[in-house]
């Protein structure tokens, strides 16, 4: 008697379970079936921090263009209350990205923050002002570190300044660079955005302008004729503040809409007014009291009165303040 062999079909693990009768259970161990079908999964979690910001958009973006594109399978969450977020993708080629919007709270100062997009490398466990430098310039973490003066043992890509093993003095001098950071970002996208650009292209030019600045000075470290002040950037120094407001008239020069000759009008007033606001984050000396959260929502209250001037000056030349 001759027995005819049936054709042997290769079949996915998963397809199996389609099969009538067959569960996981069919497998002699779950933990094999997990691990054949789950292997390629992996989960990106961390915490957005400026101080941390709850409620704000975190999404896995593939394509680096910036924007979260649900069709292009973009995975997304708004981040919890300590600025948590926890994501997972088979993709191992993406930057994280955090925006936030009118429901987005910073927890270090109680104010809304919106408008602003951070972003960090795959593998970051952090988004924050300093790993959005780094991507955007093309920086490493110890090149951050070196030019803005932070603790050498710093690690831009994992420090969390809230977190409840971080070193205080570390956390603090940490958390006091964003803030100041953002204050030159807000302020002059503030302006820019008052003088007539949308909001993103404004935030966009300014942050671009002071990431120009920065790579600038990293270029110097190597340097042995440079300066101190060649390869260190302080943002309380007018001439620092100086040059940064320099390379935003010129980068806010091509942005689409922007009346410039209002926006150079209130320039000059505007560095002015973000080395004050920094000159006092610069006096901070923990993260947690009232003292500390009224000095940090300062920086909400420069931009406002900055856009408010730059719209003023456009209106009406000769009338824009701060």
Request: charged residues 15%; glycine residues 6%.
């Amino acid at each position: 008697m001759i027995v005819k062999k049936k054709p042997v079909r290769l079949v996915s693990p998963l397809a199996l379970f389609t099969l009538a009768g067959c569960s996981p259970e069919d497998y002699a161990s779950i933990a094999v079936f997990k691990s054949i079908t789950n292997s390629n999964t992996v989960s990106v979690d961390g915490n957005v921090v400026k101080g941390p910001l709850s409620n704000s958009i975190v999404f896995l973006d593939y394509d680096r263009n910036g924007q979260l594109d649900p069709g292009g399978g973009e995975p997304s969450i708004r981040t919890g209350t300590d600025g948590r977020y926890t994501l997972s993708t088979v993709n191992k080629n993406f930057n994280i990205v955090a925006k936030t919007d009118e429901s987005t709270v910073d927890a270090s100062s109680g104010v809304v923050l919106s408008g602003i997009t951070l972003t960090a490398p795959a593998g970051a466990t952090v988004i924050t002002p300093l790993t959005t430098l780094m991507v955007k310039g093309n920086l490493t973490a110890s090149q951050v570190t070196e030019v803005l003066g932070l603790p050498s043992d710093v690690n831009v890509l994992s420090f969390n300044p809230f977190s409840s093993d971080a070193a205080s003095i570390a956390a603090l001098a940490v958390e006091k660079t964003s803030h100041q950071l953002m204050s030159v970002v807000n302020a002059f996208a503030a302006s820019a955005e008052g003088a007539g650009a949308n909001e993103a292209d404004a935030f966009e030019a300014a942050l671009q302008s002071i990431v120009k600045v920065i790579a600038a000075k990293v270029a110097k470290v190597t340097d042995p004729t440079a300066s101190a002040t060649d390869t260190k950037l302080d943002l309380t120094s007018t001439a620092d503040l100086s040059l940064i407001k320099t390379q935003v008239m010129a980068d806010v020069a091509t942005v689409a809409g922007v009346n410039t000759t209002a926006f150079a009008a209130v320039a000059d007033e505007t560095a002015t007014a973000v080395k004050n606001v920094n000159d006092k984050i610069a006096t901070v000396t923990d993260l947690t009291s009232d003292i500390s959260r009224n000095t940090f929502s300062v920086t909400q209250v420069l931009a406002d009165q900055v856009q408010s001037a730059a719209t003023a000056e456009t209106n009406s030349v000769g009338t824009g303040t701060i």
